[in-house]
């Protein structure tokens, strides 16, 4: 079994297969972050196709879900790792509007095994939402998620309630998601962009200036 017949296993959306290939795989050594990647080009030629209508909703959603089940069978070979002192605590959403939640998860999956303390707040959140939450944690980190053009603006919208409430030093905004970029971040004033889940712990904790392992 090799990682080309579960990606397409995942184009096809059967996820009981997705999930046996990636079973192979991982008991064959292979490291789950390949996987990951591998898939989220995958999500990408999908996301491609249904723009140009070659394929529609349900199929998007199948294969959506396909990949979340191979995340979720993988999350303990992700996790393991020694138990380790909180290097920095985070609020994790996607924000208002938007329901994509695969990169999220993975991001929250990656940090975790990482040694950060993450709340996920889930789907569709409002922006005063992060903000009420990253008080109520004491975080140090506010990770918005967005996945279309339309939901980008709410990014914008929590780094301007910080501002708007004083408490704009007090939290580093961190931003990703597929249509986002390093100068979407820099126009609305984020610390941080990061283009994948791998990257984020380090990037993340050079931020906060903790190594990471
Ligand atoms: C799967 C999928 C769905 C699934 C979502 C299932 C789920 N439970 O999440 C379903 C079928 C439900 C769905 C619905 C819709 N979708 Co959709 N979807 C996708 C698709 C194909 C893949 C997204 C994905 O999971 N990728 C895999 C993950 C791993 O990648 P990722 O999210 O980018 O995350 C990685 C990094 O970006 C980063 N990251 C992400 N977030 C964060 C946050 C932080 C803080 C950090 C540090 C890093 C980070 O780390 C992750 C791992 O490396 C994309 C195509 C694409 N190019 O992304 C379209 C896409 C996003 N969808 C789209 C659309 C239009 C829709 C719908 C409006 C369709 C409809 N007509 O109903 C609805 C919207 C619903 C809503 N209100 O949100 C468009 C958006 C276009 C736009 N306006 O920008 C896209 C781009 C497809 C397209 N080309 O047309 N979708």
């Known amino acids: 079994m090799s990682i080309e017949e579960l990606c397409k296993a995942v184009e096809r959306g059967d996820q009981e297969e997705s999930k ?21 080009e995958v999500m990408e030629s999908i996301g491609d196709k249904f723009s140009r209508l070659e394929i529609f909703l349900p199929e998007m959603m199948m294969s959506g ?23 920095g605590k985070v609020i994790l959403g996607t924000v208002k509007g938007d329901l994509h939640e695969i990169g999220k998860n993975i991001v929250k ?22 903000v009420k939450e990253a008080e109520a944690m004491g975080a140090d980190i506010i990770g918005a998620s967005s996945l279309m053009t339309t939901t980008m603006p709410h990014q914008k ?34 610390d941080l962009y990061c283009p994948d ?3 984020a ?6 931020l906060l200036k903790i190594k990471v392992r």
């Open 20 to 40: 046996q290939i990636a079973r192979q795989l991982i008991d064959g050594g292979v490291n789950p972050l390949n996987i990951i990647s591998s898939l989220t």
């Open 65 to 87: 879900d396909a990949m979340a089940g191979v995340v979720q069978m993988m999350a303990p070979q992700i996790k393991a790792g020694e138990a380790g002192s909180t290097k």
């Open 109 to 130: 999956l990656l940090l975790e095994s990482n040694f950060f303390e993450v709340k996920d707040i889930g789907v569709d959140s409002d922006p005063v939402k992060f």
């Open 157 to 190: 919208e929590i780094i301007d309630i910080l501002k708007d409430q004083g408490l704009r030093d007090k939290y580093k905004v961190v931003i990703g998601g597929a249509p986002t970029s390093q100068e979407w971040a820099d126009e609305i004033g984020a």
């Open 197 to 199: 889940a791998g990257s």
């Open 201 to 206: 712990p380090k990037l993340m904790a050079e």
